[in-house]
């Protein structure tokens, strides 16, 4: 039984989603107005740090379950004075939400799986909805805060349960059209017009019996 008179044993931050909590979640980012068209970044999505450091401002909201409507918040890394590390690691995470999104094994190498990890612009990302597995953090201050680094994958046994058994394949809108021939139409050798009957051919519906047998 909690004592309201020794607050030893209270938890340091009852608002946090246990770590490894695995939810659904959609992706909303808070746009930073940097860009960088050699880089593909466009539409103001990115924010550039004091540091020089570049990244999308991610917000994560649970969709389903007891931590429905809950909020976190992630940096997704795309560039890094320091190195190329944090931006191969903001790369990383974004293959696995469009892979846990569109439901493409990882170690899925078609055609049709190379489309899906691809987007026209950050753009794509927003809305985006796919599984995530919740960790802990902490925050400029040293406090604990939830974060998201991993997204769960169509190889996790919890993947279709969450997802449900029709984000197991890519959707159509994922899968290149079929490219099928179709002839063209044959040119008309009589022109606009009907082809003539010739003289010596009955008429449609006419009689052919002689005139005798009528």
């Known amino acids: 039984m909690a004592s309201w008179n020794d607050y030893n044993d209270a938890s340091q931050n009852p608002n946090l989603i246990p770590k490894g909590t695995i939810a659904k979640v959609r992706l909303t980012i808070r ?18 740090g004091s540091t ?10 649970v969709l389903e379950g007891p931590y429905a409507k809950r909020k ?27 892979n846990s999104a569109r439901g493409i094994s990882d170690k899925d190498a078609s055609p049709q799986a190379q489309a899906a990890r691809r987007i026209g612009g950050f753009a794509d990302l927003e809305g985006l ?3 995530a597995k919740i960790d802990t953090g902490t925050d400029a ?47 008309p050798t009589q022109g606009a017009f009907p082809a003539a009957v010739p003289r010596n051919s009955p008429a449609a519906g006419a009689d052919n019996r002689p005139a005798w047998a009528r």
């Open 31 to 48: 746009p930073g107005g940097f860009d960088d068209p050699s880089q593909g970044w466009t539409g103001g999505y990115a924010t550039r």
């Open 52 to 61: 020089g450091a570049v990244y999308l401002n991610g917000e994560f909201t």
């Open 72 to 98: 976190i918040f992630t940096l997704i890394g795309l560039y890094s004075p320091k190195g190329p590390d944090w931006g191969n690691m903001g790369r990383s995470f974004v293959r696995g939400m469009l």
């Open 129 to 131: 909805e796919f599984l």
């Open 141 to 187: 201050n040293g406090e604990a805060k939830n974060e998201i680094r991993m997204a769960v994958t169509p190889e996790h046994r919890a993947y279709a349960a969450a997802m449900g058994p029709h984000a197991a394949a890519p959707g159509p809108a994922y899968t290149p059209p079929a490219q099928t021939y179709a002839p063209p139409p044959a040119a």
